[in-house]
């Protein structure tokens, strides 16, 4: 295992609030993309928010090659656990691939209060790439991410890989999968969240979602001049607000 890249470190803002959240950032990514709206969220709801690196993470792609969900999972449950020892009141939220661990974090997570589903990954763009990965996996590791947007975001701090590690990406599509299967079987309160301008996903996730929560109050707050990596961009403001809202709401 390599040395954590110093933009990709966790970070734990400590609030004085019975109020915790466990943030989950996306596949091939790492805490940096959460951390302005995290700061936000912590100034105006003086919520402890605490951003786990999930294992693969922050490294190198050959290390992400090297794990698949269920570790990513493993991570969440442990932080999660901890936070309900220590909070009254404990959500999760993820961004895109975190969005999905805390769909599933709802279900086998018992104690948390809500989860909360950003650009969450049910329909994705990446068509091609989604139907070969089973099939390369085992012959070539890497698909190179194209010209990207996220490059000003890199600039503003956030770290990610420059490419997609096929074996974790496929696994990756195992997740999805489960989530799917067991959306029904969800019954604590969740919040969607959805950008207008995501190119990363497409906008029939979240509709998709929604309908297959009949056990769950959900919410679903729209995004409209943001694209997927929400957290980092103009409308952070707004997704700081609604957090907020969904955990003082969901404590009551």
Known sequence: MKDVHPKAQPFFLEGKSNQALLFLHGFTASPSELLPTAE????????TVSAILLPGHGTTPADLNA??????????????KKLLREYQHVFVAGLSMGGLLS?????????LRGVVAINAPIFTQYRLLSALAPLMQHMVPYFTKGARKEDELARQ??????????????????LRNT????????KVPTMLVQSLRDRAV???SVQYIKEQLSNSRVKM???????????????????AQELAGFIIKESQ
């Open 202 to 204: 497409r906008k029939g």
């Open 179 to 186: 989530i799917i299967k067991e959306l029904n079987l969800l």
């Open 40 to 47: 936000i969220l912590h100034a105006i709801s003086d919520c």
């Open 221 to 239: 707050p729209v995004l409209p001049n943001s694209g997927h990596i929400a957290t980092m961009e103009q409308e952070k403001d707004l997704l």
């Open 157 to 174: 701090g956030r770290f990610d890989y420059n490419c997609y590690p096929v074996r974790a990406y496929t696994s990756l599509t195992d």
């Open 103 to 111: 769909l599933h974090a709802g279900l086998h997570l018992p104690g």
């Open 67 to 80: 794990t698949g969900w269920p570790d990513w999972y493993r991570a969440v449950e442990l932080e999660g």
